[in-house]
């Protein structure tokens, strides 16, 4: 609750700073589990209301030993699309336990796992809609979840108002689950057949708001999924990912 009512209010105090705290001295394992599924990503789907970024990173107060408590911080990275928020949080725990694990094999080879997360600070930095104190209604400039950007999936603002008749025959795929208009469920059907009528991304906000259409311009790369068993090499540092996503998080990361 502590964390919701300061997220809440951010804005008006000028919050940057998150803590989380492991008060029942919970297993590491089982606090960093609740922290990525649950607690980091609340906080931050709260804070993306009416944002056009979050900017962030991660730090873990960590216990060695029982003795030394050192600080081991993640480098800052930007949340362009809340539907982001779970694998970005995932790829930043893992490289801090990365980092953690790489100092204690180095330091203390014979006790590498004697060390435990007490703590976790977690800095935000908001860029809000350019226009959410303007008089003005020109929707925000939208952007794609990560997923469907490192495809070059061509996409591009629909031009000029969509009339019903032309939406009952479009095909709408949306990143969120929302009630269709009664006009659009008669086209069910429709929508289904691949290359009948144009194809649309309804982009919705944290809040389920729409925000914007977009046309696709390529409908089979956007639909196609990635093959679970190939791996994506880092160049710099060589690692390997399955999922071509995690690589892009990586790379923002410096490796």
């Given at each position: 609750m502590?964390v919701?009512?300061?997220?809440?209010?951010?804005?008006?105090?000028?919050?940057?700073n998150?803590?989380l705290c492991n008060?029942?001295?919970r297993?590491?394992n089982?606090f960093?589990?609740d922290?990525?599924?649950?607690?980091i990503?609340?906080?931050?789907?709260?804070?993306?209301h009416d944002t056009?970024?979050?900017?962030?990173?991660?730090?873990?107060y960590t216990?060695?030993l029982?003795?030394?408590?050192?600080?081991?911080a993640?480098s800052?990275?930007?949340?362009?699309?809340?539907?982001?928020?779970?694998e970005t949080?995932?790829?930043?725990i893992?490289m801090?336990l990365?980092k953690?694990?790489?100092y204690?094999?180095?330091?203390?080879?014979?006790r590498?796992?004697d060390?435990?997360v007490?703590?976790i600070?977690i800095y935000v930095r908001?860029?809000l809609?350019?226009n959410?104190s303007s008089?003005t209604h020109?929707?925000p400039k939208?952007?794609?979840p990560?997923q469907?950007r490192?495809?070059?999936?061509?996409?591009?603002?629909a031009?000029?108002?969509?009339?019903?008749?032309?939406?009952?025959?479009?095909?709408?795929y949306c990143?969120?689950v929302?009630?269709?208009?009664?006009s659009l469920q008669?086209a069910?059907q429709?929508?289904d057949r691949?290359?009948?009528?144009?194809?649309?991304?309804?982009?919705q906000s944290?809040d389920?708001?729409?925000?914007q259409?977009?046309?696709?311009?390529?409908?089979?790369r956007?639909l196609r999924t990635?093959e679970d068993d190939?791996?994506?090499?880092?160049?710099q540092?060589?690692?390997?990912?399955?999922q071509?996503t995690?690589?892009?998080?990586?790379k923002?990361?410096?490796?």
């Amino acid at each position: 609750m502590g964390v919701t009512y300061a997220a809440a209010h951010e804005e008006e105090q000028r919050i940057t700073n998150f803590i989380l705290c492991n008060d029942h001295n919970r297993s590491t394992n089982e606090f960093l589990l609740d922290a990525g599924i649950q607690a980091i990503p609340q906080l931050l789907r709260l804070l993306f209301h009416d944002t056009a970024r979050l900017h962030f990173r991660l730090s873990f107060y960590t216990r060695v030993l029982n003795e030394t408590d050192f600080l081991f911080a993640s480098s800052e990275l930007t949340l362009e699309h809340h539907l982001d928020i779970r694998e970005t949080v995932d790829v930043l725990i893992l490289m801090l336990l990365e980092k953690i694990e790489a100092y204690m094999y180095a330091c203390y080879p014979t006790r590498a796992a004697d060390y435990s997360v007490k703590r976790i600070k977690i800095y935000v930095r908001r860029e809000l809609n350019s226009n959410s104190s303007s008089l003005t209604h020109t929707p925000p400039k939208c952007i794609l979840p990560l997923q469907y950007r490192v495809k070059h999936t061509n996409a591009a603002p629909a031009t000029k108002p969509i009339s019903a008749k032309a939406a009952a025959d479009a095909n709408l795929y949306c990143f969120r689950v929302c009630g269709a208009p009664k006009s659009l469920q008669r086209a069910q059907q429709t929508w289904d057949r691949v290359g009948c009528g144009a194809h649309y991304i309804m982009l919705q906000s944290v809040d389920g708001a729409q925000q914007q259409l977009l046309e696709i311009s390529n409908i089979c790369r956007f639909l196609r999924t990635d093959e679970d068993d190939r791996v994506h090499t880092c160049s710099q540092c060589k690692a390997n990912f399955t999922q071509r996503t995690k690589l892009q998080l990586h790379k923002a990361l410096d490796c």
